[in-house]
């Protein structure tokens, strides 16, 4: 049995919206009708979207990599450090990596992306640690207030409304088709994400697509419910329909059932020995496969007491890990994509299970389902009234003693995570990204600068920082990395920190950075950074039974992919943001919704490392926001761009 360690090993699968794309998109259009179980890849009923015109994933240079990575680490290292970094990459340019790039680029030619598989599988489906905290993030909602029971039932209803309605979009192929550039963006996430559900195996897990499956699980007082979401016809019910099957649920449930639930938060390991024994059974067999076949679960959460100026740090929490096993860790199942959670004390929002897509479709769904209830205050209404079953509760057999052991440690394992996370929710509104623009300057890249100047004040170093880029430009393109920190981003630091440094000059430099972030973040969108290549080089050696190349293990490298800062941007217009745990365990999470008057940041941190602190981060950074201001505001004009 795997006792969780504190050695957290970051799989850089961080959620990812760039480019501007808009998450409000879809609001115009009319409620679509609804639209197969596949171990590969989803196949969706009704589709009538034409086939995208979308790119072929490149294999890069070896050269352009080299110099690139080179460049990236510089500030990173020690002259002495950069030195040897200099002579271990040549030697790997001159040696291995010519013999793994032949390899690659013939994998390359072979598949319309050599990445998509071989990143789902080592990113996700091999990393062992619990998806809970290290991988699945939440998506909050606007908060909410709940009068009563009534007014809680009838909001989930017109959410799990939305989302059906939502889906039903999915189906007939109606989500936009967005272009960055020339260039179509690959809309094929959007159809990866009902029905899916991750199944636990030793050393590899799976993941398995039913978009075609008609009903919900819904997770109250750890008892499971399953609840058809369509009629006999297939027309999608109505939000007051919906609402009574709610009710059913509830007044069946007086008593805490067994929390089965809380084993899917324990370590990929440990769950998937658990799922072994759990399944044995026939009937338990039959449960689970209910449950994972649903299109997303829904959690209907014990009311959890928070003080009002921590609401927001309590939503955020709640959605990432449920608040233990003595709260609603048990109430949830976090092998599914999509788990919709619901708090009759206001706290709405996903829990988001991060191998088949990346936050995009998530984000979207929020703004969607929001938007609806906004606009229409009838919304949900007209939908089919005419339930066909009533909810069928999902029995598990009594509880032997084995699976009860391992529940017990899954329940000391969750305790711990969250004992241990810290977050800190900052909503910073002094400006947003319209001054930012304003000022001629680009808000992503901006509040990037901002994360590096708070880091360099508080630790007095530079951080390797990770922000996810798109690559939706390729035919089932994932993600690539925005190496954030540069020989110009630390020279802004610097100057920010010197008495000696004028106004001018600081006004200089933090342009210069915000200019490299940008140039950065235009390459890795093309498909043109570091990190994905260089993975795809190493994976070479370790299909092929070749040694990996001492450049693995060198400094430069291991300094540059331990990301203290782990960032992303997830936009949206409402007061609603992304969050997730830390990267590394001396180190921050933070994800940030940059709106046009304000800008609203989760960040992260582990309470067991002394040198880290969420609350500190955020005061600090709201002074390098500050600071930042100052600067642009007393700006020469003759030192703008």
């Known amino acids: 049995m795997r006792l969780l360690n504190r050695s957290v090993?970051?799989?850089?699968?961080k959620c990812s919206i760039k480019a501007n794309q808009s998450s409000n998109v879809l609001v115009k259009l009319l409620p679509a009708s609804y639209g197969s179980k596949s171990s590969e890849q989803p196949q969706r009923r009704l589709n009538t979207a034409p086939k995208q015109n979308l790119l072929k994933y490149h294999v890069l240079p070896l050269d352009e990599t080299l110099d690139r990575f080179l460049c990236s680490v510089q500030p990173l290292l020690t002259p002495e450090e950069f030195e040897q970094q200099k002579e271990i990459t040549e030697e790997f340019r001159d040696k291995e990596g010519d013999q793994l790039q032949a390899l690659l680029e013939e994998a390359g030619k072979k598949e319309s992306n050599w990445l998509a598989g071989r990143w789902l599988k080592s990113a996700y489906l091999q990393y062992r640690d619990p998806v809970t905290v290290y991988v699945s993030p939440g998506m909050t909602f606007p908060a909410q207030k709940f009068y009563d029971k009534r007014a809680f039932v009838n909001y989930t209803a017109k959410v799990i409304f939305g989302l059906g309605e939502f889906k039903g979009i999915v189906d007939t192929g109606k989500i936009p088709v967005v272009k960055m550039g020339k260039n179509e963006l690959d809309n094929s996430q959007f159809g990866k994400v009902f029905g899916t559900c991750r199944i636990p195996r030793r050393g590899t897990d799976e993941i398995v697509y039913n978009p075609c499956s008609k009903h919900v699980v819904v997770i109250y007082k750890n008892h499971f419910y399953k609840l058809s979401l369509y009629d006999k016809n297939d027309k999608l019910l109505s939000a007051p329909a919906l609402a009574k099957q709610l009710d059913i649920i509830m007044n069946a449930e007086n008593e805490i059932g067994i929390p089965y639930g809380i084993l899917t938060t324990d370590s990929r390991d440990n769950w998937a020995e658990a799922y072994g024994h759990l399944v044995a059974n026939p009937q338990n067999m039959e449960a689970v496969q209910t449950i994972q076949t649903s299109l997303f679960t829904v959690s209907l959460d014990e009311?959890?007491?928070f003080k009002p100026d921590d609401q927001a740090n309590e939503l955020i929490l709640s959605l990432i890990h449920g608040g233990g096993s003595r709260a609603n860790s048990g109430n949830r199942w976090m092998d599914k994509t999509i788990q919709l959670v619901v708090n009759p004390n206001g706290n709405v929002g996903f829990t988001y299970e991060h191998s088949p897509a990346e936050g995009q479709p998530i984000a979207m769904?929020?703004?969607?389902?929001?938007?609806?209830?906004?606009?229409?205050?009838?919304?949900?209404?007209?939908?089919?009234?005419?339930?066909?079953?009533?909810?069928?509760?999902?029995?598990?057999?009594?509880?032997?003693?084995?699976?009860?052991?391992?529940?017990?440690?899954?329940?000391r394992n969750v305790d711990f995570l969250v004992h241990d996370l810290q977050m800190k929710v900052l909503k910073f509104d002094a400006y947003g990204k319209e001054y930012i623009k304003n000022k001629r300057l680009g808000p992503d890249s901006y509040v990037q600068m901002a994360l590096q100047l708070a880091f360099y004040k508080m630790h007095k170093e530079p951080a390797a920082q990770y922000e996810s880029a798109h690559l939706r430009i390729f035919e089932n393109g994932r993600t690539e990395t925005i190496r954030s920190c540069s020989n110009e981003s630390l020279a802004f630091c610097k100057a920010m920190s010197s008495e000696n440094a004028s106004v001018e000059m600081r006004a200089k430099l933090l342009r210069e950075a915000v200019s490299s972030h940008q140039a950065y973040t235009r390459l890795a969108l093309q498909g043109r950074g570091v990190d994905r290549h260089l993975l795809g080089l190493k994976l070479m050696a370790l299909e092929n039974k070749m040694p990996v190349p001492r450049f693995y293990s060198s400094v430069g490298y291991k300094k540059s992919?331990?990301?203290?800062?782990s960032t992303s941007q997830v936009a949206t217009l409402y007061d609603a943001f992304m969050g997730y745990g830390p990267a590394t365990p001396d180190g921050y999470g933070c994800c940030y919704n940059p709106r046009e008057c304000d800008i609203i940041l989760a960040i992260s941190a582990w309470k067991s490392n002394p040198d880290t602190d969420p609350d500190k981060f955020a005061q600090t950074l709201t002074k390098a926001f500050l600071e930042m201001e100052a600067v642009l505001d007393k700006e020469p004009k003759k030192s703008k761009l």
């Open 9 to 13: 090993f970051w799989n850089l699968t």
């Open 303 to 305: 009311c959890v007491s």
């Open 365 to 411: 769904m929020m703004d969607y389902v929001v938007k609806k209830m906004s606009d229409d205050k009838k919304f949900g209404e007209c939908g089919s009234s005419e339930a066909g079953d009533k909810p069928q509760k999902i029995k598990f057999c009594p509880l032997n003693e084995c699976v009860g052991q391992w529940i017990f440690y899954a329940k």
């Open 561 to 565: 992919m331990h990301y203290r800062m």
